[in-house]
């Protein structure tokens, strides 16, 4: 029989291999969760009062922040051994406004508890 705490240690062990990538994985989801919001700050100045100037550079900069989030995501998924549809719904996360706060989080316990997503 397994007791509360040896199952918490067989969770900590298997989630140590997964301490790196899910840092990484967790700073990207922060950084594209803030910068998708500066995203939509910078197309209601663009489209709500007519100056593309701070969208044409700014789009551009989050773009290459989603795909270093695209890449974090596929390796911690590849390396947690998640399924397709689950790191489908990862990596679309960083596209909806404070989505990927929440799935950031979820994902996290998740990792920590040792579970595939």
């Known amino acids: 029989m397994t007791t509360s705490t040896e199952g918490s240690t067989e969770g900590a062990r298997t989630a140590a291999p997964l301490a790196g ?4 994985f967790r700073t ?12 939509c700050f ?3 100045l663009r489209y709500g009062f007519g100056n593309p100037t701070p ?12 795909m270093i989030y695209l890449v974090l995501t596929i390796d911690l ?11 489908v719904l990862v990596l679309l996360a960083g596209c909806v406004p404070f989505v990927s706060f ?6 996290t316990h998740k990792v920590k508890a040792g579970q595939k997503l």
């Open 55 to 66: 969208s044409a550079v700014y789009s551009p900069i989050h773009g290459v922040l989603y």
């Open 102 to 107: 929440l799935v950031e989080r979820r994902v």
């Open 77 to 87: 998924a590849i390396k947690a051994r998640w399924s397709i549809k689950g790191t």
């Open 21 to 24: 990538p899910l840092v990484r």
């Open 42 to 44: 910078v197309m209601v």
């Open 28 to 39: 990207a989801a922060y950084v594209t969760g803030v910068g998708l919001l500066g995203l």
